[in-house]
C-alpha cells in the first residue's frame, strides 16, 4: 500500500521560502504522477504543481507560476515544492497526492489521485 508522507511546513515571514518534501513508502515515485495541493480554510482544496513521471509534463496554477518550483530527485526517491516569495494567501495546508500515468495523459491539477498524504501547514505571516 502507497503511503505518502509531506513535510518541511511551518511559519515564515511574507517574501520568504518553505521547501515542502513528499515521500513515499510501498512504492517508487518515479513511476507516478505527482500533484501537490493545497485547502485554507473555508476554501476547496486547489491543485498548485503537478509533475508527470519520469521527467514528464510539469504544470502550475496561475496564482504560483514563477514562485514555486516542483522537482524530483530520483536519488532520494523524493518529490519537492519550492516555495519562494510566500504570500499571507499562501497559507494552507499542503498536500501532496500520487497517481499512475496512464499512457502520454499529462499531470493533472484536478484532485482525483488515487493516494494522498496527511498534509503539512503552511502558514505565511508577519
Known amino acids: 500500500q502507497l503511503q505518502l508522507v509531506e513535510s518541511g511546513g511551518g511559519l515564515v515571514q511574507p517574501g520568504g521560502s518553505l521547501r515542502l518534501s513528499c515521500t513515499a513508502s510501498g512504492f517508487h515515485l518515479d513511476y507516478l504522477d505527482i500533484g501537490w495541493f493545497r485547502q485554507a480554510p473555508g476554501k476547496e482544496r486547489e491543485g498548485i504543481s503537478c509533475r508527470g513521471s519520469n521527467g514528464g509534463s510539469t504544470k502550475y496554477v496561475d496564482s504560483v507560476k514563477g514562485r514555486f518550483t516542483i522537482s524530483r530527485d530520483y536519488a532520494e526517491d523524493t518529490v519537492y515544492l519550492q516555495m519562494d516569495n510566500l504570500k499571507p494567501e499562501d497559507t494552507a495546508v499542503y498536500y501532496c497526492?500520487?497517481?499512475?500515468?496512464?499512457?502520454?495523459?499529462?499531470?493533472?491539477?484536478?484532485?482525483?489521485?488515487?493516494?494522498w498524504g496527511q498534509g503539512t501547514q503552511v502558514t505565511v505571516s508577519s
Open positions: 497526492a500520487a497517481d499512475p500515468p496512464y499512457g502520454d495523459r499529462p499531470c493533472r491539477l484536478t484532485d482525483d489521485y488515487d493516494y
